[in-house]
Nanobody
């Protein structure tokens, strides 16, 4: 069974940090661009960051630039999203997804995880 599983979400105070993990089972992530998306209550899903299969290309949505860092360890079949200086507006369900494409468009993504909740609140 091909699936992506996110972990690492939770409740954190403003200014805190979390590291999300996205692990694949049933297939190797080596040839896939991996994206992180998030969806807050009442809002549309939005792309947060993505990383190319060889890690040479990354993208960050404007509001998270300088705070979030995406990385991957293909040996562990895992992609990470390090989130620092978290703000209440970062509260959302975070999803990872995989595509053999460039990663710039949400419709490109073939495999999706079930999501992990991130709540930033004092």
């Amino acid at each position: 069974q091909l699936q992506l599983v996110e972990s690492g979400g939770g409740l954190v105070q403003p200014g805190g940090s979390l590291r999300l993990s996205c692990t694949a089972s049933g297939f190797t992530l080596d040839y896939y661009t991996i994206g992180w998306f998030r969806q807050a209550p009442g809002k549309e899903r939005e792309g947060v960051s993505y990383i190319s299969s060889d890690s040479t290309s990354t993208y960050y949505r404007g509001p998270v630039k300088g705070r979030f860092t995406i990385s991957r360890d293909n040996a562990k079949n895992t992609v990470y999203l390090q989130m620092n200086s978290l703000k209440p507006e970062d509260t959302a369900v975070y999803y990872c997804a995989a595509t053999r494409g460039s990663g710039g468009y949400v419709h490109e993504y073939t495999y999706w995880g079930q999501g992990t909740q991130v709540t930033v609140s004092s």
